[in-house]
Structures are given as structure tokens and as C-alpha cells.
């Protein structure tokens, strides 16, 4: 059973401050008294529900196309459930009762509660929402040193309140080694994510050289 855990791309959608919006321009030609209509698409390369790789935070750092596939499969995910309410900062203590999981996941999810926002408050999803704070990383590679992707339902793990936490805090998960993958704006509202591990499955929507870029994203259960 495949369940999408990616929001859709489309002009609604809430953006991290700053973040460019979606725009689709119509664009028609004419050729031999035949009309033909297409559509340019502009959209930033983390809108939605993306992935981050190091080349958006580490000079010189990997691609979408350098490291991952047209099909990226991380297996087992797992999914905890820390719930935070406004800004509050995932931390290394609220880790702590998961680490069974936490050690044998492949992806780590989190569920902070955030995306329930995001259809009825999209400016306080994101704007004022939970965070990761920077000592967060050192300690899963400590735990696991075989988690390569970390994803959470908050649009981004950093706030505009405090960026250069969230800098240091992207630069923690992104150009250390192993490198930790970061999947932002994750829909993790159903229940068996939860439960028992499952398999992930990432389709980037553009594959090229490119620092992130917005994803299909699929939770495969037996």
C-alpha cells in the first residue's frame, strides 16, 4: 500500500518567508491557423514538500543529481511523534524516549503536530512554528550512524524568528558527514506512520544539479 506524504504544488500553498511563488503564465502559439496553448511553471526549489541536499547550505556540496535517483528509496522510516505548539525547538532530551527508533531508522521522521496548520492557519505554519535546534543532528549521527534523512511536518526545521539558528542548524544536518538529508513540509497525518517502520520513496520533481528540490514523496506499507 503507497500513501503520498507530499503536499501538491499549486499557488496556494504556504511558503517560508521569502520564498518565491509558484507563478504559471499561459503561453499560447499560433502556427498555420491552429492555436496552441501551454503553460510556463516558475517555481522556487523549496516550495512544498522538498528535499535539502549540502549544496544549499555547504559550498561545494552534493546535488540532487549527485546523490540521489529519479527514484531515492530510504528503508526503514520511522516516524515519533514530539507534539510542540508555536515556536517551540525539538531538542536532544525530547529524543530520547524514541531512541529504539531513532537507532534503526534509515529516515527519521517527526511529527510536531504543525501540519494541521497548514489548511487553517497557513501565515502561523509559516511563520511561527516548530524548529530544530542545531545540537539535534550531532546526536542522531551519534545514535545512528546509518540515518541519512531527517524529515518533519513544519515547513522548514528552521524559524524566521531565528535564523541564524536555523543556519547552523541546516549546516549541522547538511555538510557534516554522513551527511543528513532533510525533507520540509512532510504531510505525516496518518495514523500507522506512527507504527510499524515502512518504506520511503522520493521523486524528485526536477533532476538536475540542483541544492533541493520539491518531491513526491510515498509511504510504502506491506
Known sequence: MLIPISYPLNREIPLYPGTEPLTITPVKTFKEGDVEEKSLITFSSHAGTHIDLPRHFCPGGGTVRALLAPEAVFAPARCIEILRTGEEPVRIHDLLPHLDVVRNARALFVKTGSGRLRESDPEAYAKRH??????VPGFLRM????LRLFGIDTISIATPANPGEGREAHRAFLCNHPHIFLLEDVDLSYGRLLGEPWILRLY???????????VVALAEFE
Open 130 to 135: 516548530p524548529w530544530v535546534h542545531h545540537e
Open 143 to 146: 545514535q545512528n550512524p546509518a
Open 204 to 214: 524528485p520533481v526536477v533532476f538536475d544539479d540542483l541544492e533541493g528540490v520539491p
